[in-house]
Nanobody, 123 residues
Framework: QVQVTESGGGLVQPGGSLRLSCAAS??????????MGWYRQAPGKEWELVAN???????KYGDSVKGRFTISKADAAATVYLQMNCLKPEDTAVYYCTAVYAYGFALSMNAFWGQGTQVTVSS
């Protein structure tokens, strides 16, 4: 099994910064890391990709956060960080971390999710 734990949300003023952390804990060595990242959802808005990083360090950002958010991964651990700068009220949402693994030699991927962390950007 893979357990996903995320933290770092909170209240911040517009223009401020927050850093989210997410760690995947793997109890079965047959799981093989593929990618991790964040999605977010706010009331009345679409579920959207925030950022994702693959095992080969390829990175993808959602259009609304490009140039402001940075995702990174620890070299020797399934831990990722999301540095959020120049935050806007429109960034207010619940941020959900996902960790995606292969199992054994199967071709299909397995997605595991954190419980979400609230980010609120307000004066």
């Amino acid at each position: 099994q893979v357990q996903v734990t995320e933290s770092g949300g909170g209240l911040v003023q517009p223009g401020g910064s927050l850093r989210l952390s997410c760690a995947a804990s793997v109890s079965d060595h047959m799981y093989s890391f593929n990618n991790m990242g964040w999605y977010r959802q706010a009331p009345g808005k679409e579920w959207e990709l925030v950022a994702n990083i693959r095992y080969n360090n390829n990175i993808k950002y959602g259009d609304s956060v490009k140039g402001r958010f940075t995702i990174s991964k620890a070299d020797a651990a399934a831990t990722v960080y999301l540095q959020m700068n120049c935050l806007k009220p429109e960034d207010t949402a619940v941020y959900y971390c996902t960790a995606v693994y292969a199992y054994g030699f199967a071709l299909s991927m397995n997605a595991f999710w954190g419980q979400g962390t609230q980010v609120t950007v307000s004066s």
